[in-house]
């Protein structure tokens, strides 16, 4: 009975596969939060560094078990939409650097909020991923909406690069219903979500959302706003559900320690802007040249091959006109004043 469960297919593959890949997520995730960040404290730049190049390890050591197993065609696409993935990130982690600037997060608190932070996302990601799935599996015409939604994007990307867009955290409508509908407090204690304090008419001890739990909505929500383009892009790489959601997962999981590395570097990524607008541009594009030239789908070898050459070229033309410039000071977190330990309650 048992066995007869895991060999059931679920979205196309075994039920164990995806289960093998849910058991593999949460060992990693226990083995960050349990081993690596068991206590809180900064992470310095060599710390996400390394960081950074254990988790793009992983990335890639899961896309190679993925050729194995699945193929080489298959093995292709999930390298393209892990790097595509990867890559859109990146706006993704400055938006998240401004609402921790924002709240005033302490940096030694800050790997806890993108902490949780992950799991939402990768439950709000896997339940995205789900509906695109389905409406691509009932209506194939919904990809042209993608692919030609991705265009669109790439082509605004391309003409607002360079621009100084900031994210505005204080417009956020839930922030703003939270703010009138819960208590709130601007007090930090340590790394605590809520706080039990004294209510200012009544006195008496009523739950507080202090700025990390407000801190953590804030992010949750923007990563909704960045999976409406990044979900388009990757089903216009593969309709498979599981490579769509193991190359989104693995890219995301990387997202913690990639955001403590390039806030300190993020000023050698400047041009990498229009190679990402190019990317989507290409991405969406695929599915029409696909039909023009009578493919039953685009070749994935000349997709990886793309993607990857239009990346690495903005990857190095950045670093190229960036070698000498001044390193622009990055976005300061405002020092906040913990609270002593004798006003502590709850």
């Keep these: 009975m048992e066995l007869t469960f895991l060999a059931a297919e679920f979205l196309g593959k075994p039920a164990w596969l995806w289960l093998a890949f849910i058991g593999v997520v949460g060992l990693i995730l226990a083995f960050d939060l349990g081993v690596l960040h068991k206590k809180a404290h900064e992470i310095e730049l060599e710390e996400s560094i390394l960081l950074s190049l254990f988790y793009i390890g992983l990335g890639l050591s899961y896309g190679g078990f993925v050729w194995w197993y699945l193929g080489p065609d298959s093995g292709m696409q999930y390298l393209t939409g892990y790097a595509v993935e990867k890559s859109l990130s990146m706006d993704n982690v400055f938006v998240i650097g401004v609402i921790l600037a924002y709240f005033g997060i302490p940096r030694a608190y800050q790997h806890r909020i993108l902490f949780w932070g992950i799991l939402g996302v990768i439950v709000l990601r896997g339940i995205m991923i789900g509906l695109g799935a ?18 669109f994007t790439g082509i605004k990307m391309l003409m607002s690069a360079g621009g100084d867009d900031h994210y505005d955290v204080e417009s956020n ?21 809520w706080l039990r304090l004294p209510h200012p008419e009544t006195g008496k001890l009523t739950w507080y959302a202090t700025p990390l739990f407000l801190a953590l909505v804030c992010v949750e929500l923007a990563d909704v706003i960045f999976a409406v383009d990044s979900i388009p892009a990757i089903f216009t790489i593969t309709t498979d559900p599981f ?22 570097l993020v000023h050698r990524f400047e041009y990498l802007e229009y190679a990402l607008s190019a990317v989507l541009v290409f991405i969406g594009s695929k599915i029409f040249i696909a039909d023009l030239m009578g493919w039953e789908k685009f070749p994935p070898p000349v997709s990886l091959g793309v ?7 903005g990857f190095l033309f950045s670093l190229w006109k960036t070698r000498t410039g001044p390193e622009p000071v990055p976005v300061p977190v405002p020092v906040v004043v913990e609270t002593p330990p004798a006003e502590r309650i709850g």
């Design 243 to 264: 490579i769509v959601f193991t190359s989104n997962i693995f890219a995301i999981l990387g997202l913690r320690a990639m955001f403590f590395m390039l806030s300190a």
């Design 307 to 313: 993607t990857f050459g239009l990346l690495a070229a």
């Design 134 to 151: 389905g409406l691509v599996a009932q209506f194939h015409w919904v990809l042209y909406l993608f692919a030609a939604f991705l265009i």
């Design 173 to 193: 409508a839930v922030l703003k219903v939270m703010r009138k509908r819960f208590h709130v407090t601007d007090r930090v204690d340590q790394d605590r979500f």
